[in-house]
């Protein structure tokens, strides 16, 4: 079993033009990652993101847990590079009640099953947040957010993307 892993990573390091120390970060041990805090913690997350700006925006002090995916932080930071400018982030993590306040303001008939902002299986039995909405929509035009996800959602006033990439996606809010 471990000799098949190592020889999964060697092959995909190959293909990807990577060492295998890179595949086993990236591929293996990054996306079971999960990055917590408690609400008013403002450490750095990585070079261009705080905590703070995946914080619930509910604002309730009994939101205190906060947590977000390694990987969706990962992959913000690989884009924010490219770009080269802040990228803002409007939404990051959302708690149950927050949640249940968004649903209650959707347009009759619109409903949602399962939020990323708030839990999705990133690996095989691992739950986090992978989800976030972007306020700089030039970010979509430079194409940079395609080469990170599959998912897209696009709003009025922001972009949102996730993690979920077993196939493209794209929608209107």
Not at 59 to 66: F, L
Not at 94 to 115: F, I, N
Request: aromatic residues 12%.
């Amino acid at each position: 079993m471990i000799e098949d892993m190592i020889e999964w990573i060697e092959c995909r390091a190959r293909a990807l033009e990577k060492t295998f120390r890179e595949v086993l970060l990236f591929l293996v041990i990054i996306p079971l990652l999960v990055f917590l805090w408690t609400r008013g913690d403002n450490d750095r997350l990585s070079p261009h993101f705080r905590m703070d700006e995946f914080t619930c925006n509910c604002g309730s002090k009994e939101c205190v847990e906060q947590y977000i995916s390694a990987s969706l932080l990962f992959r913000l930071e690989k884009v924010r590079r490219q770009y080269g400018k802040p990228i803002v982030i409007t939404s990051g993590y959302r708690c149950d009640a927050y949640q249940a306040h968004l649903l209650a303001t959707l347009p009759e008939g619109q409903t949602v099953k399962q939020s990323t902002h708030q839990k999705w299986e990133y690996a095989p039995g691992r739950w986090a947040p992978c989800a976030a909405d972007i306020a700089n929509r030039d970010i979509v035009l430079e194409g940079l957010l395609s080469d990170e996800f599959m998912a897209f959602g696009n709003g009025s006033r922001f972009e949102h993307v996730d993690e979920r990439d077993d196939r493209h996606r794209y929608w209107r809010y």
